[in-house]
């Protein structure tokens, strides 16, 4: 169905973006309330667009220029696209309101750049989870990229430093998959997905093909922080201003994982087509990898931003494992993941962000009593944390229980146990917090008695969000299967 | 075997700009230099596109009347992947721009570009 | 009216978390807090007991209430198994609320609202569980259980309450998980499965060696909270918790919701044929009868009261999976009724043991010489519980005990028999002489009449009380024996 839904949802954050630098000449009053309305209105048409792609069941295209494809660029909005647009607009807008009072002093004083960098960074992601169009993908990606780089970069001192890091190893993926996107374009002369896909079909054994797909993955495989090229992930994490991250944590590496799953899934069609390559094998591995040592990793910390941090690493190897698995069940895992994943790693790094704030550290060893200081911070907490784990009735169950089908259906049995362990080792460095937080009274009783004492309470803009999330996690939770049976369903490739 | 070399040289010179690049993004410590690895590894990228756009006698891609009533796609080069190119330019510019930024802002808090004394001074 | 009755299961599993709700809302009034509870408490026992006549009528109760995943809906069903337990818990659950009120103030605890909600969750899980319909609704509930019992567990917030939550989370979680995996293939191998008496697992469906490794794993799921050993360390450990704790979750719901898995399990997932098929049934057996006696020779080393009765409630409980296991009639019966008949005498003997530690802080059982004379009532309540869980008629620890040998003879496992009378001697070595001692050991500390305050001393003699009529007159009042003859006919009876 052609409409210009996609394209509306993408303007309106682009033409926000540019005005609010122009508003703050006039008054700054105005800056916040015109960015919330952008992020607002932006949510609102992306839900109304995943709406209409359930009730018509098909997608939703709009030929930019009106020119058609494969000629023009297409914004093609499928049942993927339906889960993966609103997922942005939503947590862009929830992250937003929980900007309102976290930027910190000296973000405040441009927060007129911060949020225009904010919804252009937006921008890209719907973008890129909206396009059809594989070098479209490749802009969008690095709109994000840049615009992500400066959100890191605004951070504590020693941020733009992750920045660059995280930069040079960005492009390094971006570069790969415009070097991928060459070999695919060499071979099919066609750059939409439906029409790259079609013509790759009499191709699909050359080795071109395979190049091309390793290096598309290997692309994605960085921007999505797999194991082991996640090393820009963590100090990218713990350094940048909490805002970013509750909002990159939740949606950044998921761009990885979404370019994964369209390059597999929608341009090679492994899986419909008999073809065998190993790259979903080694993906596997690399994800089953991914899970056990970041979890590790992330018991080793002390600090909760770098925990969590690594927690992401192991968590984004639950969606790409699922994906690995080529069957159902592991799609529909993934790809519930990705979802959950999202609303859980924004709340806990919007908690953390408010500790940070209150506490002026986020030691986890020292949260002594914070159950009962911050009780709705600490609660939020628990839920997500509870998810991570795969508790019921959280969210975070029920990918686990796709992953796990999905793994015993594809007949691997070491996949079980390492998705089994893990949640194992995810109960160990999210109950060692709670733990911390609501049964140990404070270690040293001088200084910081006084300090949890000074404590004020988080206001509603900090606290409505946080309630939100948590909300957000249960009902997936419970709301999974209408959610797998009327969306989720039709991503998984017919024949799977 | 020369034919392999010869044939393809612009294939042999673009692999080793690109590994040349990568090569200075991973194992060099200064930043700049690293940048600079960016920049040669994207210009590496950006010149294996081209070499998909000309064709052994076509024109370029303006209708030239003369060739013919019919226009025949053998008789031009390709003119997308120039035009991709010009967007992957501009990307790579705007990277370079915000990674001198960021290397400003890194250099006046550090005061140096390498590395390991980065690191040292961050702990 | 008739829509209302019809939802009957889904009020009694909503009224704890309505409860929990409300409590946590009148946190800083302590009065207003308790009566929720009360509150709730009666009116889920009066909710349960109302659906007595319809369950013994041979009627069923269904309700489905959300799609979890495909083939699993969230289903309550009642049935007779589960009414025993549901009614066991529910009427439980009144005095001890009682008895919670009366502890917690005799003790000036701290953090009594987080008590009383976990508690109240606790309960919701329970009979989520004696209602679950199906594989996937046990294991949601199951899982709640672990975690709303974790902050009861470690309460106290000393280093060794959080060690004992540590210890309990750690079995528990990687119980939950083997059951994960259990109910996740089976899963994979029938498309819709649900409880049903007589089992749904037999040996068209899967091989045989894929059944044991299934029955395997379950068993490990439900055996951690049934303390079978070896997965029973945790039990005592949990100790820790104050008495309240201990008496309803470790004498009733959490060790009860194990023996119920077992019991689920063994009846209604692979039901007698198909576990003589794969001979699973003697080796079960044969765990049961060792924990039976070894755990009763621990008790018999314990000095800490607690510990002896968590001892004795580890040997206990097995003499339930021992019935399950026996796969008799007699057995399955005395299974079924000794849920009821343990819970009410091991209540009595937890109350006491509280009431005497929160009265004159008495722990250990050597320095409980004499106490007798100061707490008369309370400790005539403890002679009833004594002499009942030793087997010794009219009290119904005997009734169990009886149709347990029988069932053991019914099987031809004389071994089980001569496993049941040591027991029944080591019962009476470590719990007689406790009582024994109170009466008629000498003491200079206790000489005068000193019993403790009305809402520590009327539940225990309560339960006693109870005790002494279910021994004499099994079939009236909550008419147990009625409900276990149903489970009997339904699960060896050829099935419904």
Redesign the interface.
């Known amino acids: 169905m052609q409409t210009s839904a996609p394209v509306v949802v993408v303007a309106i954050l682009f033409f926000a973006a540019l005005l609010l630098p122009v508003v703050r000449r006039f008054s700054a009053a105005a800056v916040y309330p015109i960015a919330l309305a952008a992020g607002a209105a932006a949510a609102a048409v992306s839900l109304w667009q995943a709406s209409l792609v359930i009730r018509t069941g098909g997608p939703l295209v709009s030929w930019l220029g009106g020119w058609e494809p494969p000629w023009g660029i297409e914004f093609r909005v499928d049942h993927l696209g339906a889960i993966m647009s609103p997922l942005v607009t939503v947590v862009s807008l929830i992250v937003l309101v929980f900007a309102r009072r976290n930027l910190g002093e000296r973000l405040e004083r441009r927060s007129h750049f911060f949020y225009s960098l904010y919804l252009l960074f937006t921008m890209g992601l719907v973008g890129f989870v909206q396009t059809g169009d594989l070098f479209n993908l490749y802009v969008f990606l690095e709109v994000i990229a840049l615009t992500g780089y400066a959100l890191v970069a605004a951070g504590e001192p020693r941020a733009p430093f992750a920045a660059f890091r995280y930069m040079i190893l960005g492009t390094l993926a971006a570069s790969f998959y415009l070097l991928g996107l060459a070999y695919l374009y060499g071979l099919t002369g066609s750059l939409n997905f439906v029409d790259v896909a079609a013509r790759l079909a009499e191709h699909q054994d050359t080795r071109t093909a395979f190049v091309a797909l390793a290096f598309l993955l290997v692309g994605f495989g960085i921007k999505a922080a797999l194991f082991p090229l996640h090393a820009w992930l963590p100090d990218t994490y713990s350094y940048s201003p909490s805002v970013t991250v509750a909002f990159m944590a939740a949606v950044g590496t998921k761009i990885g994982a979404y370019g994964i799953f369209r390059v597999l899934y929608t341009v090679y069609e492994i899986g419909t087509h008999r073809q065998h390559l190993p790259v979903t094998e080694v993906m596997g591995i690399l994800a089953a990898v991914a899970i056990v040592v970041g979890s590790i990793l992330a018991i080793a910390q002390t600090d909760l931003n770098r925990m969590l941090a690594y927690s992401s690493v192991s968590q984004i190897g639950y969606v790409l494992l699922g994906f690995s698995l080529v069957n159902s069940a592991g799609i529909t895992g993934g790809v519930l993941h990705v979802l959950n994943h999202a609303f859980m790693k924004s709340s806990l790094f919007m908690v953390t962000g408010a500790i940070v704030s209150r506490l002026g550290h986020g030691d986890l060893r020292r949260f002594g009593e914070l159950g009962r200081q911050m009780p709705v911070a600490m609660a939020t907490f628990t839920v997500a944390a509870l998810s991570m784990v795969g508790l019921p009735p959280t969210a975070g169950f029920f990918s686990k229980w796709y992953l796990v089908v999905g793994a015993i259906q594809a007949g691997k049995w070491p996949y079980v146990v390492v998705i089994l362990a893990s949640s194992l080792l995810n109960a160990v460095y999210f109950f060692r917090v709670l733990e911390s937080a609501y049964f140990t009274r404070r270690l040293d009783p001088t200084s910081a008695y006084e300090h949890v004492a000074a404590i004020r309470p988080l206001p509603l803009s900090v606290t409505a969000p946080l309630g939100v999330t948590a909300i957000a996690i249960l009902l997936l939770g419970l709301g999974s299967w209408p959610l797998v049976e009327h969306v989720v369903r039709f991503i998984v490739p017919a024949g799977l | 075997m020369l034919a392999a070399v010869f044939g393809w040289y612009n294939y042999w010179v673009l692999s080793l700009l690109m590994l040349v690049g990568v090569y200075g993004m991973m194992a060099k410590r200064n930043l700049l230099k690293k940048l600079m690895g960016m920049n040669i590894l994207q210009v590496g990228v950006i010149l294996f596109w081209l070499t998909f756009s000309p064709k052994l006698g076509a024109t370029i891609p303006v209708v030239d009347p003369s060739l013919g009533e019919t226009i025949r796609a053998a008789d031009y080069a390709n003119p997308l992947p120039q035009a991709l190119m010009l967007t992957a330019i501009v990307v790579s510019v705007a990277t370079t721009g915000v990674a001198l930024a960021l290397l400003i802002r890194i250099h006046r808090r550090f005061g140096t570009l390498e590395e390991d004394e980065i690191l040292q001074r961050m702990r | 009216m008739e829509t209302l009755l019809a939802y009957r299961p889904l009020w009694i599993v909503l009224v704890t978390p309505i409860a929990a709700a409300l409590i946590v809302a009148s946190d800083r009034r302590p009065n207003l807090r308790e009566s929720w509870t009360i509150l709730a408490s009666v009116v889920q026992a009066l909710l349960v007991a109302s659906m007595l006549p319809a369950v013994l009528a041979g009627e069923d109760f269904e309700l489905t209430l ?5 083939g699993f809906d969230l289903v309550l069903r009642v049935d007779p198994l589960g009414m025993t337990f549901a009614l066991v818990a529910s009427i439980l659950w009144v005095v001890t609320s009682v008895y919670s009120i009366g502890y917690m103030r005799a003790l000036d605890e701290k953090h009594q609202t987080g008590y009383y909600a976990s508690f109240a969750v606790c309960i919701f899980a329970t009979m989520g569980l004696a209602f679950s319909a199906n594989p996937l609704t046990f ?2 509930f199951y ?2 259980l ?2 709303a019992t974790y ?1 009861l567990v ?1 309460h106290k ?1 000393t280093p060794e ?2 060690r004992a ?2 210890k309990y ?2 079995y528990t ?2 119980a ?2 083997a059951m ?2 259990a109910v ?2 089976i ?2 191998l029938i498309p819709a499965p649900s409880f049903r008496p007589g089992g749904f697992l037999d040996t068209s469906i899967a091989p045989p060696a894929t059944l044991v490794v299934l029955f395997v794993l379950l068993m490990l799921g439900v055996g951690v909270k049934a303390g079978v050993m070896p997965l029973h360390a945790w039990l005592p450990t949990a100790m820790i918790a104050p008495t309240p704790v201990s008496a309803l979750l470790h004498a009733v719901a959490v060790v009860k919701a194990g023996v119920f898995g077992v019991l689920r399990v063994t009846g209604f997932v692979f039901g007698a044929d198909t576990m003589r098929e794969i001979g699973v049934h003697l080796p079960l057996a044969t765990i049961a009868a060792f924990t039976i006696v070894v755990s009763s020779v621990i008790a018999l080393s314990q000095d800490n009261l607690k510990r002896r009765l968590a001892y004795s409630t580890v040997s206990q409980l097995s003499y339930i999976v021992l019935g399950a296991a026996l796969l008799s009639a007699a057995g399955l019966t005395a299974s079924v009724i000794h849920i009821a008949n343990h819970a009410f005498m091991k209540i009595t003997l937890f109350f006491v043991a509280g009431a005497v530690y929160a009265h004159l802080h008495v722990e250990k059982v050597s320095e409980m010489k004499g106490i007798g004379r100061a707490m008369p009532w309370t400790m005539g309540a403890f002679t009833v519980g004594a002499v009942g869980i030793a087997g010794i008629p009219p009290l119904p620890g005997f009734v169990s005990k009886w149709w347990l040998g029988i069932g053991a003879l019914q099987a031809e496992g004389i071994v089980f028999l001569l496993v049941l009378v040591v027991s029944a001697l080591l019962n009476v070595l470590y719990l007689f002489p406790i009582a024994w001692q109170a009466f008629f050991g000498k003491s200079e500390r206790f000489t005068r009449y000193d019993e403790a305050r009305l809402a520590l001393a009327v539940p225990p003699v309560l339960t006693a009380a109870a005790s002494i009529v279910l021994g004499i007159a099994p079939a009236i009042g909550p008419r147990f024996w009625d409900l276990a003859q149903r489970v009997t006919a339904s699960v060896l009876g050829g099935g419904s």
Not at chain 3, 66 to 70: H, R, T
């Open positions: 959300l799609p979890l995943a495909s294991l949601v899982e709640v672990t975690i902050p470690a917030r309450a959080v939550g540590r989370l750690a979680l990687s939950g998980l994960l995996l996740g293939w899963q994979t």
